[in-house]
């Protein structure tokens, strides 16, 4: 069941609406006070300009989805090609595309051009952001993976931060594969599941969500319904 005061098990919100995610821009973390006067901190993300720019039909490409454009940008900023593109399908220019699966009788909902809010989402539902986290280059394994490091004695010199042994006897006589070692840290994409939706501003176009998502301010997001939460609610649970 749900949690008391809370909304619902990752439910959708789309009522007429036939599209299940929303492109939208990190713009940072502030802090918000509940009715019962607890402190919730929350990420706030920009889906303002989202629009429809693209349809894909199992007719024509064998699947059934909804292009998502986010963020103006003039012509000359786009190749000719994604211009032409854009032009082709009648649709307004947008920086971001993003694809989302969809049934053919939720695509039959909306139209080229038509604008997608953020009341998709609703107050207390649960969703799942993806993003680009922070790219911090070259790292050893204790900011990489935590290792606790080298205990420091008498007689050790320059091993406080080295990964100790990574290797075997003759046999095998090599490094596993995956093994966690130093390397490039961060830049890669990541899903936080299970956040929950604090609260929805239509009319500014801001998502609230509980807790940090991957990625810097100002950095694309992508934002869907929580998966998790949906198979438990099939369940029954």
Same mark, same amino acid.
């Given at each position: 069941?749900? *949690?008391?005061? /809370?909304?619902?098990?990752?439910? @959708?919100? &789309?009522?007429?609406?036939?599209?299940?995610?929303? #492109? !939208?821009?990190?713009?940072?973390?502030?802090?918000?006070?509940?009715?019962?006067?607890?402190?919730?901190?929350?990420?706030?993300?920009?889906?303002?300009?989202?629009?429809?720019?693209?349809?894909?039909?199992?007719?024509?490409?064998?699947?059934?989805?909804?292009?998502?454009?986010?963020?103006?940008?003039?012509?000359?900023?786009?190749?000719?090609?994604?211009?032409?593109?854009?032009?082709?399908?009648?649709? *307004?220019?947008? /920086?971001?595309?993003?694809?989302? @699966?969809? &049934?053919?009788?939720?695509?039959?909902?909306?139209? #080229? !051009?038509?604008?997608?809010?953020?009341?998709?989402?609703?107050?207390?539902?649960?969703?799942?952001?993806?993003?680009?986290?922070?790219?911090?280059?070259?790292?050893?394994?204790?900011?990489?993976?935590?290792?606790?490091?080298?205990?420091?004695?008498?007689?050790?010199?320059?091993?406080?931060?080295?990964?100790?042994?990574?290797?075997?006897?003759?046999?095998?006589?090599?490094?596993?594969?995956?093994?966690?070692?130093?390397? /490039?840290?961060?830049?890669?994409?990541?899903? &936080?599941?299970?956040?929950?939706?604090?609260?929805?501003?239509?009319?500014?176009?801001?998502?609230?969500?509980?807790?940090?998502?991957?990625?810097?301010?100002?950095?694309?997001?992508?934002?869907?319904?929580?998966?998790?939460?949906?198979?438990?609610?099939?369940?029954?649970?």
């Amino acid at each position: 069941m749900s *949690p008391p005061g /809370r909304g619902h098990w990752g439910a @959708r919100n &789309t009522g007429a609406i036939g599209v299940n995610g929303l #492109i !939208g821009r990190k713009v940072g973390m502030t802090q918000v006070f509940l009715e019962d006067g607890a402190r919730v901190p929350v990420t706030v993300i920009d889906v303002s300009s989202c629009t429809v720019v693209g349809k894909r039909t199992p007719e024509k490409d064998k699947y059934s989805a909804l292009a998502l454009g986010f963020g103006e940008v003039k012509e000359k900023s786009l190749t000719k090609a994604r211009a032409g593109a854009f032009k082709s399908a009648g649709a *307004p220019l947008r /920086r971001h595309v993003k694809e989302f @699966r969809v &049934t053919p009788e939720e695509a039959a909902k909306l139209n #080229i !051009g038509d604008a997608v809010k953020a009341d998709l989402f609703s107050k207390g539902q649960w969703v799942d952001v993806t993003g680009t986290t922070k790219g911090r280059g070259f790292q050893g394994v204790i900011k990489r993976w935590s290792f606790a490091g080298f205990k420091e004695s008498h007689g050790t010199h320059e091993y406080r931060r080295h990964p100790g042994a990574v290797g075997q006897r003759k046999t095998p006589g090599r490094v596993y594969p995956n093994k966690k070692m130093p390397g /490039r840290y961060g830049g890669e994409q990541v899903t &936080t599941q299970n956040l929950e939706v604090i609260e929805v501003d239509a009319e500014k176009g801001f998502v609230l969500v509980k807790g940090a998502i991957p990625g810097h301010n100002e950095s694309i997001v992508y934002l869907r319904p929580a998966v998790k939460q949906a198979i438990r609610a099939a369940r029954g649970q």
